[in-house]
T-cell receptor, first 115, second 116 residues
Framework: AQTVTQSQPEMSVQEAETVTLSCTYDTSESDYYLFWYKQPPSRQMILVIRQEAYKQQNATENRFSVNFQKAAKSFSLKISDSQLGDAAMYFCAYRILSGNTPLVFGKGTRLSVIA | GAVVSQHPSRVICKSGTSVKIECRSLDFQATTMFWYRQFPKQSLMLMATSNEGSKATYEQGVEKDKFLINHASLTLSTLTVTSAHPEDSSFYIC????????????FGNGTRLTVT
């Protein structure tokens, strides 16, 4: 079974600084997607960034980037120039490439941004 | 962009009653929708996979007779919590994916169920 582990229940960062959220996963599949979702207090799930496992290049979306280490099964999220609006729960998620399969989520990391 | 509409956003019901939650894909067809449950300060746990025109697939530990799922069309899946009890109080979120390889998963805004 696939599992996603987020070892940091809570993190904090000063405004304008950089923070990295950790995620590791376990799978026997070779083709899959990895995602980071943000869940603010509104509980809406917002896709932050996604990475296809077959791509070696790390995905980047503006201030958000990932460090994808396939051999180590690691998928960390770096948030640069942190803003107050970045404060939220962040979930790492995984899904295999084939078929119409659901996302498997980690337990989440609560990020606080300090002004 | 694609939108998934979930209704109601909040519902309060009495123990023993049933509650229906709707999940609609507004501008795309979804042969499969997923229902998740989220307890406070916890992650999203998959409850079931809803398949259009066929029976839902439930995750281990989820009572299919308690959480009835109907996916009668390509744009609508419903989750009915039958004979609700206070322990069923939770946040329920549906999601759906557009057809096509590599298409993203879209989430509804969730339903907060409180059973008194």
């Amino acid at each position: 079974a696939q599992t996603v582990t987020q070892s940091q229940p809570e993190m904090s960062v000063q405004e304008a600084e950089t923070v990295t959220l950790s995620c590791t996963y376990d799978t026997s599949e070779s083709d899959y997607y990895l995602f980071w979702y943000k869940q603010p207090p509104s509980r809406q799930m917002i896709l932050v960034i996604r990475q296809e496992a077959y791509k070696q290049q790390n995905a980047t979306e503006n201030r958000f980037s990932v460090n994808f280490q396939k051999a180590a099964k690691s998928f960390s999220l770096k948030i640069s120039d942190s803003q107050l609006g970045d404060a939220a729960m962040y979930f790492c998620a995984y899904r295999i490439l084939s078929g119409n399969t659901p996302l498997v989520f980690g337990k989440g990391t609560r990020l606080s941004v300090i002004a | 962009g694609a939108v998934v509409s979930q209704h109601p956003s909040r519902v309060i019901c009495k123990s023993g009653t049933s509650v229906k939650i709707e999940c609609r894909s507004l501008d795309f067809q979804a042969t499969t929708m997923f229902w998740y449950r989220q307890f406070p300060k916890q992650s999203l746990m998959l409850m079931a996979t809803s398949n259009e025109g066929s029976k839902a697939t439930y995750e281990q530990g989820v009572e299919k007779d308690k959480f009835l799922i109907n996916h009668a069309s390509l744009t609508l899946s419903t989750l009915t919590v039958t004979s609700a009890h206070p322990e069923d109080s939770s946040f329920y979120i549906c999601s759906a994916r557009e057809q096509g390889w590599g298409s993203p998963l879209h989430f509804g805004n969730g339903t907060r169920l409180t059973v008194t």
